[in-house]
């Protein structure tokens, strides 16, 4: 939420995922720094879940994150790309895929800090 109580996103449009991660096509808040908008996510998801009478034990999300934008000329090929997981990790694992986005795409990372 922003300080006025503003929903820091407007809308889902496509969620999905495998045991090991999750990915959210999400329309944003201009005004909503990342950061923000993932704690938000995170903290109010991570609440709902382990409220729910089908948890077993706690659940609690890794530290980290990715974040890439789409354009709206690419957001079909991206709910296609996030409703068919199951089918890309056939071929690859989650962290090659991740690694080949973040070396596609420009991103110096640090091995160390990618996974916990």
Known sequence: MTPDGERLWSASVSIGGMPDHVHLIIRDSKTAADV???KELKGGSSKWVNSSSKTPGRFAWQAG???FSVSPKGLE???AYVHNQKAHHEKASFQQEYRKF???YG???DER????
């Open 65 to 67: 994150y990715g974040w």
């Open 102 to 104: 973040l070396k596609q």
């Open 36 to 38: 923000q908008m993932i």
């Open 77 to 79: 090929a991206a709910r």
């Open 113 to 116: 800090y990618v996974w916990d």
């Open 107 to 109: 991103v110096d990372y």
